[in-house]
């Protein structure tokens, strides 16, 4: 028989009055790193988020007639159809001159993704796979920005060669991963609570639901949901 995949998701909506600025999302992803949570792509390297040090580079075109300096851009197109057109309409000679301009100052570096990367865990290869008695259990979590709330969505997936009892579907895609998922939570609420941003994080909204790949989808019972919130204070 060929592979059964079961999956549960979970969503939390940290509720705010408005999405978080760019400079905002920079430091959030600043403060999680410093706590042991990475936001980024799923395939590239691993950014390290912070004040820091950026080169700018820019050009700039100064408009010439005969030597004498007319005006300068920063558009070339600008610059080159000006050019072209005194000299249509003119026996003198107009040229541009381009100069770069390279400007170091301190920026936040921007997120470069979604995708949360945990850091120094025990829980197995990658912090996101887990090894139960029924086999590997893989867990992924991202951050979503809507312009009304922040939201983390973790799904955890478990591939087995039959079907399964409910019972036992849910605690390998809930009482294995607890710890992580738990961890997950809590650092992250650790700094949305914070003063600079502002978020609540004791009254979410939470959608659960479990799902086989071969089957319907089902939503989690109230009790699956408080073990999974619970597990924020039990790490």
Not at 62 to 90: H, Q, W
Request: glycine share 4%.
């Amino acid at each position: 028989m060929s592979n059964i995949e079961y999956e549960r998701t979970i969503q939390i909506k940290y509720e705010h009055d408005e999405e978080m600025n760019k400079d905002q999302k920079s430091r959030l992803a600043h403060e999680l790193q410093k706590r042991g949570i990475t936001l980024r792509s799923r395939y590239g390297g691993k950014p390290v988020y912070g004040f820091k040090e950026v080169t700018k580079e820019s050009s700039e075109y100064e408009v010439l007639l005969n030597g004498e300096p007319i005006f300068t851009t920063t558009k070339n197109y600008v610059a080159y159809e000006a050019k072209d057109a005194m000299n249509r309409v003119s026996h003198q000679t107009a040229e541009v001159e381009k100069t770069e301009i390279i400007k170091t100052t301190k920026a936040w570096l921007p997120t470069e993704g979604n995708y949360i990367q945990v850091e120094n865990c025990d829980y197995g290869e990658g912090c996101h796979t887990i090894m139960a008695d029924e086999g590997l259990i893989y867990v992924q979590a991202n951050i979503y920005h809507m312009w009304d709330n922040l939201q983390l969505e973790i799904k955890t997936s478990w591939k087995t060669d039959r079907v399964k009892k409910s019972e036992v579907i849910e605690e390998v895609l809930v009482e294995a991963p607890l710890q992580l998922v738990g961890d997950i939570q809590r650092i992250l609420e650790s700094v949305i609570r914070l003063k600079k941003f502002g978020y609540n994080v004791n009254d979410v909204e939470i959608d659960c639901n479990f799902k086989a790949m071969t089957a319907n989808e089902s939503k989690c019972s109230p009790d699956i949901i408080k073990m999974t919130r619970d597990a924020r204070t039990a790490s």
